[in-house]
């Protein structure tokens, strides 16, 4: 399988390296130094169990890449508007799409019941772009479990977990999804295909709406939040929110917030996404993960004003984030 990868970051190339090594032909949209590295030596992924180095295809003009059979994105919420325009030419008439990213994606409420279904997402998707590039009839949808960190400029290290969890976001046939499972499984992921993605989808954004924005805000690793009794019930108050909003879209969640909590007590010391981002300068996912739940909640009726206030708290960080970066002449 011809697979495209857009996004160099860590998870586009621990997913990349393992499907090289398992024998698909990989091209990979980079830029900068790693576009450099890729080019040179290869992607580079570095495991408990030793370092391994395949050959991949990389550049940063998506028109010296032919038709993919298959496009990942691993790109961040927010950049994934503009990079599916930019990856149009990668993207024939029978293209399967597989966004591996956190939160809620742009095509979430098509599949809903009643009247849902017709409401766009703006806070993910908010000139329509993603809608027009991304046909949904062949989108796969994804949940990535694992943590991976970049060494450097090609070279990934993956830190835990191994699950990627597939299913059609509607319209696709089982046979396609099934293919894309296979090559996912023979590249040594555990690959599941669901039959309802949106509940995956759902799950794992209601273990991560709160601990990564909350992290990044107070710089603190998971445990620190949970040992504090009143951060602890402020993440608490936002997920029965967000179970209340998943009930009212098909997508209930089973467990309490504390049978959550106690699985990610189980991380230690555990560093979030969100909290590297910002610690590291780069933009934070604020839309796939707060204000998409927030907007959906608001279709629904329902009021969630835990969620309410940690948007407020997250929006005026990245306002000040910015106005700091803005002050010293560079971008954040």
Same mark, same amino acid.
């Given at each position: ?222 445990? *620190? ?6 951060? &602890?019930? $402020?993440?608490? /108050?936002?997920?029965?929110? +967000?179970? %209340?909003? =998943? ?59 835990? *969620? ?6 997250? &929006?005026? $960080?990245?306002? /000040?984030?910015?106005?700091? +970066?803005? %002050?010293? =002449?560079?971008?954040?």
């Amino acid at each position: 399988m011809k697979i495209g990868i857009v996004g160099a970051g860590a998870i586009g190339l621990w997913l990349a390296g393992r499907l090289a090594n398992a024998g698909s032909t990989i091209s990979v949209l980079a830029r900068g130094q790693t576009l450099k590295t890729l080019t040179q030596s290869g992607v580079t992924v570095i495991t408990a169990d030793g370092t391994r180095s395949a050959e991949v295809s990389a550049s940063d003009r998506p028109v010296d890449f032919e038709h993919q059979d298959l496009v990942i994105f691993a790109v961040k919420g927010q950049d994934l508007p503009n990079a599916a325009e930019a990856a149009q030419a990668m993207i024939g008439p029978s293209t399967l799409l597989l966004p591996a990213m956190n939160g809620v994606p742009w095509w979430f409420l098509k599949s809903a019941k009643g009247s849902l279904a017709a409401q766009p997402l703006r806070s993910v998707d908010p000139e329509g772009k993603c809608e027009k590039a991304l046909p949904t009839e062949r989108v796969i949808g994804g949940v990535v479990h694992a943590a991976c960190s970049v060494e450097r400029p090609g070279v990934v290290r993956h830190v835990m977990g191994n699950g990627i969890i597939i299913g059609a976001a509607g319209g696709l046939e089982a046979t396609a999804v099934t293919e894309v499972q296979n090559i996912l499984a023979t590249a040594g992921f555990d690959a599941n295909h669901t039959e309802n993605v949106r509940s995956d989808i759902w799950y794992k954004l209601w273990g991560n709406m709160t601990m990564n924005p909350i992290s990044a805000l107070t710089g603190a690793s998971c445990d *620190l939040i949970l040992d504090d009794p009143d951060a &602890r019930a $402020f993440a608490s /108050a936002i997920m029965d929110e +967000a179970a %209340a909003i =998943g009930a009212a879209i098909g997508c209930p969640i089973t467990q309490s917030p504390d049978d959550r909590h106690n699985i990610t007590r189980q991380l230690g010391a555990f560093k979030t996404s969100m909290l590297q981002d910002a610690e590291a300068g780069r933009p934070l996912e604020i839309g796939a993960l707060l204000e998409a739940p927030r907007e959906i909640a608001q279709f629904a009726g329902i009021a969630t004003p835990a *969620l309410d206030d940690l948007l407020g708290l997250m &929006r005026v $960080f990245s306002a /000040a984030r910015t106005r700091r +970066a803005d %002050a010293q =002449g560079r971008p954040d």
